[in-house]
């Protein structure tokens, strides 16, 4: 990206002061950054996901205004739930850090996610703590007792600024643990003695590890500093992470504020409800990454203000995909725009004008506290003239202004780039093996063209629509005809992947419901639903077989009646309340879960029926078989009464 030739005034609502600022960095020209990073015990989620896909952002743009930009995103690599990881699998704590740090770049590689500059882990800055908990020791801010070693919050004058309470608001409505040798019930943990079962490290207090707080104070002064522009995480995270890190930073610098900006994106939730792993209704990144492109995830992320609630769902993910392939279309017009014979046109000039005003639009909504939700509307406002303009000379045998259109695709790339999305596609590449497709879409495109030229216009058309059906679109112009699709190649990757992954796994046994219970509760829901949906299903069919009816047409059509999203929804709906605890949470997370809901139901009555499917693959993956013929059979009884 090309940087500005001079710095664009930027605002961004700070945390501390409730108002949005003009943006005056520590140092002209340098803007320093650290965000929170992931605890590594478990694959990362769609929560995780959405801070970074945002700071990516903001460094994006605070780099195309021309700033330098250092990053800093840590690792809390030494932490309760990694221990408990480790002890609940029997391996070393590192090993589970490790390898769950190697699943967070995975899939925010994937996800455009640029890498930090710096990723510091806890385990290996352990001096740095020690160093800092001496200096709070020395000041007056901690106290050591038995091996522990505490803040003392009231010390510290500046505590609850941050998330605007006061100790006695915090005290009452804070789930602490009650110590009684603490010297307030706030004070928080620097340094924890070391238990049966952790790891440790030697220090001045005795061996144990740091407190949670603690590591991004000494990570972020290291690094960035004393004092520093930009410090970003979670809305979680205020309260109390970040109002402790500030008395930690400041209480051992003395430096007030450490942190000029604190920026904080909102929460996301699951069809309007809060995502939580409470009530088992959070996504990984890896899964939702099967069914949807990087793309559209990393698009839906970014397509609300950062600061905003996010709604998560199948039909805004859709719409995700439909909106990129509107972006994916003027890419591809303005690539074939750059191939057409060069000459004089006015067209070409208004766009260009037109442009330049959605360029002016767009820095101004990056600009106003890095508002994506703005900034891509004026992408797609560019997008739409740029389609315009491709339909205006395909119509005709027109000439094109090169000139006109080489700036037009810079301004244009520009914004995606700041957005990060769709950067094969500048490539000419917008899915997996697209040179393999070409030759055979060029043979399909010149039968097609015999046909029309032999005035076979049906047998033509039906080419065209047997196309459209699986994706793959045909432009006629006076050019010829070309195609495009989306949905096609994003198909051929994924079957590609599985093909892959049941080559590797050709040779091995068939694990045949020999999954436990405990297994089986943490499954994916919908891989239950898929096999659950096969055992109804062939249970239904043994039943209409007793039938003796030999018309092949009127057996499916009955059993189609009984496995329909709608009839499995009434089943669900008659028979939800007897399920055993574990069922109903195996059909609670699968009713959450990811699916794409097709035309033929509600969005309401599929998710019921993966529910219900769900807990059929449960019972069956478990030989829980008493119970699910019983539910079975209750399920058939009621549908059969409602035909």
Known sequence: MEASVTMREITVYNTMTRQKEVFNPVTPGEAKMYVCGVTPYNHPH????????????????????????????????????????????????????????????????????????????????????????????????????????????????????????????????????????????????????????????ESPWGNGRPGWHIECSAMSQKYLGTEFDFHGGGSDLIFPHHENEIAQSEGCSGQHPAVRYWLHNGFITINSEKMSKSLNNFFLVKDILEQYSPDALRYFLLSTHYRSPLDFSDERLEEANKSLERLSTAIENLLYLEKCEPGSCDEAQRLLEK???????????????????????????????????????????????????????????????????????????????????????????????????????????????????????????PQGARWKNVKFKQFQFLKNEAIKKLTALEQEPLRLRNRTIEECLSADAVMLAYIGDAVYSMYVRERVVQMNITKVQVLHTIVTEFICAKSQAKVLLEIEDTFTEQEQAIARRARNSNVNVPKSSSVQEYRSSTAFEAVLGFLYETRQDERLQHIMGQAFSITLRGM
């Open 46 to 201: 769609i929560g995780n996901a959405r801070p970074f896909v945002t700071w990516d952002v903001i460094r994006r743009y605070m780099k195309h205004v021309g700033y330098k930009v250092t990053y800093v995103q840590n690792f809390t690599d030494v932490d309760d739930k990694i221990i408990n990881t480790s002890n609940g699998e029997g391996v070393s704590w590192d090993t589970i850090a490790n390898r769950y740090i190697d699943s967070y770049f995975e899939v925010m590689d994937a996800l455009g996610v640029q890498r930090a500059d710096i990723y510091p882990r806890v385990s290996t800055h352990i001096e740095d703590i020690i160093g800092m908990i001496n200096t709070l020791i020395e000041k007056g801010y901690a106290y050591e007792l038995d091996g522990d070693v505490y803040y003392s919050v009231d010390k510290f004058e500046h505590y609850g600024e941050l998330s605007g309470r006061t100790l006695d608001d915090m005290e009452a409505g804070a789930r602490i643990e009650v110590d009684g040798r603490k010297k307030n019930p706030m004070d928080f943990a620097l340094w924890k003695a070391a238990k049966p079962g952790e790891p440790y490290w």
């Open 355 to 477: 442009a330049k005003e959605y360029e002016e639009e767009f820095e101004a909504a990056m600009s106003d506290d890095f508002n994506t939700a703005l900034a891509t509307s004026s992408m797609f406002g560019l997008a739409k003239e740029i389609n315009i303009y491709y339909q205006a000379v395909t119509s005709r045998e027109g000439v094109v202004c090169q000139e006109a259109i080489a700036e037009v695709k810079r301004i244009f790339k520009f914004m995606t780039d700041v957005i990060g999305v769709l950067e094969k596609a500048w490539e000419g590449n917008t899915g997996a093996n697209v040179a393999e497709y070409e030759e055979l879409m060029q043979v399909i495109l010149s039968v097609r063209q015999a046909c029309r030229e032999q005035k076979q216009w049906a047998l033509a058309d039906c080419i065209r629509d047997r196309l459209a059906e699986i994706g793959i679109t045909i432009e006629d112009s």
